[in-house]
């Protein structure tokens, strides 16, 4: 017990290094954004936009970017988006992962279960492209193989402004097709 007591008081405190505080410029473009999405969701809602989340078979990378966006920091309900655990209060589908063989009736029953006009869109490059895993015994592929999607937000995994970017498309997307 004497000896570990006189290492830790010879070697002292290890630690890292102090995070450096956040980039005012992202700090800027997040509330651009934000308040950008805010407008467009009043707009075509007038209330909040409720997500419901799906992971077809992904490795949680894009479920932990997705997770940041409730973080303080990010804080996405104040822009007026929620997550929902029930498709049928949703009026998007964010789904990430390779949609596994397994998770393929689930996925088409929860899109079914989503109210009409509905938005899908597909996080990671899993769910844009099938990834590194494609089409397999075990794999659809890509989540456009299941149901249509109406945006892809690329990247390994996509960063929260990424995400955000994605949820503006959505909109952009959706005044195009009217």
Known sequence: MFRILRQALRIGVITEAAPQPPDTESDAELEQLGLQLRRRIDARFGRSLAIRQVDAGSC???ELEIHALNNP???LERFGVQFVASPRHADA???TGVVSRHMETALR???RATP????VIAVGDCACSGGEFGVSYASCGAVEQVIPVDVKISGCPPTPLALLRGLLAAFDDELNRQ
Do not use: I, M, P
């Not at 009409?116 to 938005?119: D, G, M, P, T, Y």
């Open 109 to 111: 029953r929860t899109w």
């Open 60 to 62: 949680n990378a894009c």
């Open 116 to 119: 009409a006009l509905k938005f």
């Open 73 to 75: 920091y990010y804080d």
């Open 93 to 95: 589908l964010l789904v």
